[in-house]
């Protein structure tokens, strides 16, 4: 499981939202925490409406306060800050994967807006799509407060895919360590929330893919049904759902109505113009929902 959490900082009160996450998890994990600040290059005077740190010892003393107020004496936490100045903080993020050695990234999505979000990504999704490593993405409140953390109840996303899968391992360590329900869920997309192909096939054979969503449904079913029945084996308490409508908008609406506190997906990594472009479901809801969203990079069968 998690034994070394990297938590990167830019100085703002928005970036500290991912803080309560952090704590979280190393305390219940008995996990090394690193705060981590990149000097950018032609970095902004502001950030979020809060100067921005502008030197390397503005920034060594604010990693080390932030430790001391933020994580209990009994958690260890380290320090970092990268000195050279870097023209892509998420590419940077990334270089010091081998040097700093974490098992996961937690940081803030900060959001620009829906339609443009959707267009440029945030430096939180650009850090999975270029990166191995599972990243814990959180969200201010709308009031920019900080919000508590806790992991009672995780929602799983699944397809049937065996790459998709690869989320379960995770979902079920934390399930243990935190004494969470994990609720499992498979979306079918209603008629009306077809996309790419799927669409034209539905103009040509209304009829035909009528029957192919409800074979996709009774599959779905069998799916869940099989993959519940071993999980309960295994000991943990769990749900299982098959539900219908678009993806993304069905699980983030799942997500709220079973006051979920982590929604844990594998991704393929897709930002920016290629999520909008392929309709990532991961991106949309990191787009949409104020949820924590852990997201496990595929790994190729």
Partial sequence: MFKHILVPLDGSAMAEAALPAATFLAKKLDAMTTLFHVMERNAP??????????HVEEAVNYLAETARRTFPEDVKVGCHVHENEADSVAESIVEHMDELNPDVIIMCSHGRGKALHLFLGSIAQKVVSMGSLPVLITHPEKDGDIPVFTCKTLLLPLDGNPDHE????????LAEVC???LH???????????SGQRVVTSRFLPGTMSKLLEMSVDNAKEYLRSLLETIRGQGFAASAHVLRGDPATVIIHSAQQSQADLIVLATHGRTG?????????????????????????VEKI
Avoid at 184 to 194: E, H, K, N, R
């Fill in 273 to 297: 113009m290629e999520a909008f472009c392929k309709g990532s479901v991961t991106h949309k809801i990191c787009s949409r929902s104020r949820i924590p969203l852990l997201l496990i990079p």
């Fill in 166 to 173: 690869q989320a379960l391992p995770v979902s079920k360590e």
């Fill in 184 to 194: 499992l869920a498979v979306v079918i997309p209603s008629y009306g929330a077809l």
């Fill in 179 to 181: 004494g969470a329900v």
């Fill in 45 to 54: 005077r502001a950030v979020h409406g809060q100067t921005h740190l502008q």
